[in-house]
């Protein structure tokens, strides 16, 4: 048995939490430089504001109907995320966190009375964090991940396992609707005639395995209350790290577009040794704005280093050599970033003959580091290449965001203040 507990319109949830004049009021959450929807409350939903649309599109409704909105604060987020997760923590059954608003809870079939756990669920993590939840129990993942959608509907928890429930919920599911089915897969079942999640259980085994994929297979037994995808406590470290940002300023000179990726390296890198991990490859991209009327331009450039590594400063130097070979003078560039990949694990330490410093000593300063800034809460140490004009720093280098809230829970300096 699992359970699905997901946030309910969780960004727009976080601002909410810490502003009671929200409370029923339409909120809208934008993307870094304040240009795109990426979070709406309910009450945004009911004003049919999309998902990605660009915030211009709705400047009429935000005025007529007074939407609230806000820049994108994950400080907050994540913060908020994590005590949503402790929470959960604390009905002590095996959980994978899902993504950042989302978690499966691994019930081990006991006998209990599932509802009334669901219930709990939902009344513990509101009470402790305030965060208002939807939760779906079922027998497979794929079926949780359904029932914590009727309980998104109807307000309430769902318990998904009687026979003749199942069957009239597959039957008035969409097959786009189900986990894991994208707009490609969608087309290519169409094609075989399956066209809800009732078809695609009744589907012979064979046919899906020898036109679709295995996968497809193991998601249509879980829709028969077969259990194919385990709980994963432990998953797998990422394959990539990529850090990019689009800039509230666009920038032309070398210099500053090189302080620009030099401090995307070092937070690329910094979560890089979060996994443990060391990278073997490193991509450099930079890129003017499609939008803009100046001339486009694009480009990357992708580096093999010599040996992995997760040391920043020799990270930072390959990164400026691949800025060099593809930046090009007399353009505005809007956006950069970088890319780490082809991971190898940080115990397995391939020497470099021709360094000054052993890996021991390399490992040992970044430990530091990273151990002071994770204490102060921010970048109390960085390197001179990532440039120390404060001006610089806020008006070029980081995105947008006028409209942020306050990090009322990871900051001193910005609190809640009651009058």
């Not at 820049?71 to 995320?81: E, I, K, Q, R, T």
């Not at 040794?273 to 450099?284: D, P, S």
């Not at 997760?310 to 130097?317: D, E, G, H, N, Y």
């Not at 020497?351 to 002071?372: A, H, P, R, T, Y």
Request: proline share 2%; aromatic share 10%.
């Amino acid at each position: 048995m699992f359970a699905l507990i997901d946030c309910n319109n969780f960004y727009a949830s976080c601002e909410k939490l810490f502003n009671p004049k929200l409370k029923n009021k339409p909120v809208v959450v934008l993307s870094n430089n304040d240009g795109c929807v990426i979070a709406r409350s309910k009450e945004a939903k009911k004003l049919k504001i999309k998902m990605g649309a660009p915030i211009f599109e709705y400047k009429e409704l935000i005025k007529e109907k007074n939407i609230y909105l806000f820049s994108s604060n994950f400080a907050l987020y994540g913060d908020m995320s994590m005590r949503v997760m402790k929470t959960l923590e604390s009905f002590l059954y095996p959980m994978e966190i899902y993504s950042i608003d989302e978690a499966f809870l691994d019930l081990d079939d006991q006998n209990i009375d599932y509802l009334n756990l669901a219930k709990d669920l939902k009344k513990r993590v509101y009470k402790w964090t305030g965060i208002d939840v939807s939760v779906g129990i079922a027998r497979t993942k794929t079926l949780a991940k359904l029932a914590n959608e009727m309980a998104k509907k109807l307000g309430d928890s769902v318990v998904l396992i009687d026979k003749k429930d199942i069957q009239k919920t597959l039957k008035n599911t969409d097959v786009e609707d189900i986990w894991g089915v994208g707009s490609g897969l969608k087309k290519r079942l169409y094609r075989l005639g399956i066209y809800t999640a009732y078809d695609l259980s009744i589907a012979e085994s064979e046919l899906i395995k020898k036109q679709l994929s295995i996968s497809v297979v193991k998601t249509a037994l879980e829709l028969n209350q077969i259990p194919c995808f385990k709980c994963e406590k432990n998953p797998d470290p990422k394959k990539s790290i990529c850090t990019s940002r689009s800039f509230a300023k666009k920038i032309e000179i070398f210099e500053d577009l090189e302080k620009a990726i030099s401090s995307f390296v070092a937070i690329a890198a910094q979560k890089l040794r979060k996994q443990k991990m060391q990278a073997n490859f490193l991509t450099i991209f930079i890129s003017t704005s499609f939008h803009s009327k100046d001339p486009f331009y694009s480009n990357s450039c992708r580096i093999t280093l010599p040996t992995a590594t997760s040391f920043t400063p020799k990270l930072i130097a390959y990164a400026k050599k691949g800025l060099k070979k593809v930046y090009k003078s007399s353009y505005l560039y809007k956006k950069a970033g970088v890319i780490l990949s082809d991971f190898s694990s940080i115990d397995h330490l391939q020497k470099d003959l021709f360094s000054k410093l052993d890996e021991k000593n390399k490992k040992d300063l970044m430990k530091i580091v990273d151990q002071i800034n994770y204490k102060a809460n921010k970048k109390a140490l960085f390197f001179a290449s990532e440039g120390i004009e404060k001006g610089l720093k806020k008006s070029k280098i980081k995105s947008s965001s006028k409209m942020r809230s306050n990090k009322y829970t990871t900051s001193f300096d910005e609190l809640l203040e009651v009058k």
